[in-house]
């Protein structure tokens, strides 16, 4: 294991697109989910729920999911760009990159669509998370869930790991629910996390993403 510091591991933490099939070692991801329980949580809830999945299983799922069409209605809303101008150009933007550094176009609607079906099988990675929780959860909790998350992704970055989080396969939330044996009735499936190791040279893991600078989000007061 890395002696990795906190600011190394939030930024090196990329969303991966396309990993090495190297399996991920059970004890290694047990270590990074006991420390991931420390996540905080408003009223000490811990909200999160997972099951993660790899090997025959994970292929059976995918296998599923390939030949599935999407659910109708879906799992729950994403959030609508289209209503957040600066929400819906960031989403251009990122997307833009991301096409422009695998040298597809922005016409080439096939090729697009086929790269985003790559998220059917988690682009590759070996492992991959399922989240979950009680559908009586609300707004804060769904932010503990994330903080969960987070904690995890930056854990497998101490690890050598790397991940993707994708709230895509909650297109087939009920397919995965009913696959890994957890009730629709009283479960709403977030997201799936990826994981495994990234290709380096490959350009979708190297493009670079764009953040607004502190001062677009944060104010400080009083200082
Ligand atoms: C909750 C959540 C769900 C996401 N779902 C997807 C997804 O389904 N597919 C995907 O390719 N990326 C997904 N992403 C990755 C985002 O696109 C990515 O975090 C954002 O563009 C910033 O890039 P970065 O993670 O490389 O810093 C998701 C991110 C989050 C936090």
Not at 55 to 80: H, N, R, T, V
Not at 138 to 152: A, E, H, K
Not at 184 to 207: K, L, M, S, W, Y
Request: hydrophobic share 40%; net charge negative; aromatic share 10%.
């Amino acid at each position: 294991m890395s002696t990795m510091t906190v600011s190394e591991a939030v930024l090196s933490r990329r969303s991966i697109r396309a990993f090495k099939p190297d399996p991920v070692p059970l004890e290694v991801l047990q270590r990074i989910m006991d420390k991931a329980r420390w996540a905080p949580s408003g009223c000490n809830f811990q909200p999160w729920e997972a099951t993660i999945v790899t090997g025959a299983p994970l292929a059976e799922l995918q296998a599923k999911m390939l030949a599935a069409p999407f659910q109708d209605p879906p799992e729950y809303s994403w959030s609508d760009p289209e209503v957040i101008p600066e929400c819906k150009a960031r989403l251009q933007r990122v997307g833009a990159a991301m096409y422009q550094a695998m040298e597809i176009g922005r016409s080439d609607a096939d090729a697009r669509a086929d790269f985003v079906r790559n998220n059917v099988t988690s682009f590759g990675a070996p492992a991959v998370l399922l989240c979950y929780f009680d559908r009586r959860m609300g707004p804060p909790q769904w932010s503990d869930v994330g903080m969960w998350l987070q904690t995890i992704m930056l854990l497998l970055r101490e690890e050598g790991l790397d991940s993707c989080p994708q709230e895509f396969l909650s297109m087939h939330a009920k397919l995965i629910k009913e696959f890994i044996g957890v009730s629709d009735e009283t479960h709403i499936f977030f997201c799936g996390i990826a994981i495994g190791r990234r290709v380096e040279d490959n350009p979708v893991n190297g493009f670079e993403r764009e953040r607004e600078p502190v001062e677009g989000n944060v104010r400080f007061l009083g200082f």
